[in-house]
């Protein structure tokens, strides 16, 4: 069964910081979403990883794949108030359509 | 932009009763989940639906739960005898299907939050 496992749990940093996500899976794949989740609301789309050592880049935020170590990173640069959220790595577990296993979610807390 | 529409936002049933949550898939797309959030909880798949038939199903999908598609565009989730554990936002979500191009991913609904009470 895919476990997927994200730390840390609960992130307070302040604004202008640097700071990591870190999301591990327990067995083999090739993709890899992120979703941000703002408080009550949907799951908006972040970031498809479609193969080993993918990096996407969108603002202050930057993505990256290794699936042979199946870690993925959320990478947080010069933090903002506006980037407060829960972030979610999925991992599907199959080819294809298949069903997507979230991780735990990071809760994320930018402090002014 | 095409989304992934769900009615209603918000449903407070008794337990016992039964509850449909509707979502209406992005036109093109052929792939259909639901999922479930418990408040402050992980996301949790459901069931995943293709071709009018389910094809995968979680342990938490058991005989309480049906899904259907009963026209071109709606995709149902039928709750027969709510319990209290139930509560929770029921997220709906769709997915192209082009083996060749595509990435899979899945566009989320903006969630029903059902309240058993």
């Known amino acids: 069964e895919l476990k997927v496992e994200q730390n840390p749990l609960f992130l307070s940093m302040q604004e202008g910081k640097n700071y990591t996500i870190y999301c591990n899976y327990s067995?083999?794949?090739?993709?890899l979403y992120w979703y941000r989740q703002d408080p009550g609301k949907s799951l908006e789309s972040l970031f498809v990883l479609l193969s080993n050592g993918a990096v996407k880049q969108e603002g202050r935020l930057m993505a990256s794949l290794d699936t042979k170590a199946r870690l993925s990173t959320l990478h947080i640069t010069a933090a903002v108030h506006d980037l407060s959220a829960t972030y979610f790595c999925a991992v599907p577990s199959n080819f294809g359509n298949e069903k997507l296993t979230f991780g735990t979610g990071t809760r994320l807390t930018i402090i002014p | 932009e095409p989304e992934v529409t769900q009615t209603p936002s918000h449903q407070v049933t008794q337990m016992g009763q039964e509850v449909i949550l509707r979502c209406v898939p992005i036109?093109?797309?052929?792939?259909f989940y639901w999922y479930r959030q418990i408040l402050g909880q992980k996301v949790e798949f459901l069931v995943s639906f293709y071709n009018n038939e389910i094809s995968e199903k979680s342990e938490i999908f058991d005989d309480q739960f049906s899904v259907e598609r009963p026209d071109g565009s709606n995709f149902t989730l039928k709750i027969r005898s709510t319990k209290l554990e139930d509560s929770a936002m029921y997220f709906c979500a769709s997915s192209e299907t082009v083996y060749w191009t595509s990435t899979y991913e899945q566009y989320f609904g903006p969630g029903t939050r059902l309240t058993v009470t």
């Open positions: 067995t083999t794949s090739d993709r």
């Open positions: 036109s093109n797309h052929l792939y």
